[in-house]
């Protein structure tokens, strides 16, 4: 039987929310409206935007609540403070006065799409550019999920999403990490995104059995904080044959892949299809 494969975001969220351990990672996410958008610009001053089906960053917005204080020319009269939303593109950004007006520019670029909102993890930054990162979770030849691999996503320059396909770059997670954490906290985070991994495609087999890989896109806050921004279920492979120096990660990532009918022939296969 076929690889299952699901799409829409909403859906997995959904399912993984019902699992307390695997619920703390998940930034709270709502549905696209005008009155959830100003619910949650009330609480957060970063806000992501993103299309229920969507791929490769596609269609991936971001909203910045902004203060600015003017100085009062008269005596003794209080500074004023406006507030003002920046609408970020993947490159561009455009500012707006009124949640109505930026309700209307967000509503012109998704029509009548499902669109989600989720609370706006800042990332961490490597070199000056923010970074998630990508677990890859595997049904093993005996039949258990098991974590393979894990890469550091590195966005272009001032981009605000790291997926490959916009011109990321790829990194190794102690690379990406180094300058943010000592090494014993970096094996302990790795330790924990590899049981995160599992539980969570654990979790999502309840609903879709015939699941056979995932990739998790998880970022991380400025405490070290893992939040899983989407699981992936056609996870691209080819980075983790190109980037890891320890060629043993890929041909085991590899050699379950050819067990659960993935690829039949050596790597490319995935290339093409692959989401990263
Ligand atoms: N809540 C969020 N906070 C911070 N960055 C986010 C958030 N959601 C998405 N992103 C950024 O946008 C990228 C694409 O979003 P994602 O949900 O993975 O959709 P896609 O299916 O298009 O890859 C992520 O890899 C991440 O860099
Ligand atoms: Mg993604």
């Known amino acids: 039987m076929a690889i299952q494969r699901v799409s829409s975001k909403w859906?997995?969220?959904?399912?993984?929310?019902?699992?307390?351990?695997?619920?703390?990672?998940?930034?709270?996410?709502l549905k696209y409206s005008r009155a959830?958008?100003?619910?949650?610009?009330?609480?957060?001053?970063?806000?992501?935007i993103k299309p229920d089906i969507g791929t490769y960053g596609n269609g991936v917005m971001c909203v910045e609540r902004l203060h600015e204080v003017k100085k009062n020319i008269e005596q003794d009269a209080?500074?004023?403070?406006?507030?003002h939303y920046r609408l970020h593109y993947v490159t561009s950004s455009?500012?707006?006065h009124s949640l109505n007006d930026l309700h209307g520019a967000i509503r012109s670029r998704t029509?009548?799409?499902?669109?989600?909102?989720?609370?706006?993890?800042?990332?961490?930054?490597?070199?000056?550019?923010?970074?998630?990162?990508?677990?890859?979770?595997?049904k093993n030849p005996s039949g258990n999920w098991e974590t393979t691999g894990i890469i550091g996503r590195v966005a272009a320059k001032n981009k605000i999403i790291t997926n490959y396909h916009?011109?990321?770059?790829?990194?190794?997670?102690?690379?990406?990490?180094?300058?943010?954490?000592?090494?014993?906290?970096?094996?302990?985070?790795?330790?924990?995104?590899?049981n995160l991994g599992e539980k969570t495609a654990q979790q999502l087999q309840k609903d879709y059995p015939r699941l056979k890989e995932i990739g998790l896109d998880i970022a991380l806050d400025t405490d070290l904080y893992p939040w899983i921004l989407e699981v992936n279920t056609l996870p691209a492979i080819f980075p983790f044959k190109k980037f890891f120096?320890?060629?043993?990660?890929?041909?085991?990532i590899e050699r379950y892949a050819i067990a659960y009918g993935r690829?039949?022939?050596?790597?490319?296969?995935?290339?093409?299809?692959?989401?990263?």
């Not at 120096?245 to 085991?252: C, G, L, T």
């Not at 690829?263 to 990263?276: D, F, H, L, M, Q």
């Open 11 to 29: 859906a997995k969220t959904n399912v993984l929310l019902r699992n307390r351990q695997v619920a703390r990672y998940i930034p709270i996410t």
């Open 36 to 48: 959830a958008l100003g619910e949650m610009l009330d609480q957060r001053s970063l806000v992501y």
């Open 78 to 83: 209080p500074d004023s403070i406006s507030e």
């Open 94 to 96: 455009e500012d707006y």
């Open 111 to 138: 029509q009548q799409k499902t669109y989600l909102l989720q609370h706006g993890i800042s990332k961490l930054k490597y070199r000056n550019r923010s970074f998630d990162l990508r677990v890859l979770t595997q």
């Open 166 to 194: 916009s011109g990321g770059s790829i990194q190794m997670l102690d690379e990406v990490l180094k300058e943010h954490a000592s090494q014993e906290q970096i094996n302990e985070l790795e330790k924990e995104l590899y």
């Open 245 to 252: 120096k320890d060629k043993s990660v890929y041909r085991r």
């Open 263 to 276: 690829i039949t022939v050596p790597a490319k296969a995935g290339r093409s299809k692959s989401k990263a």
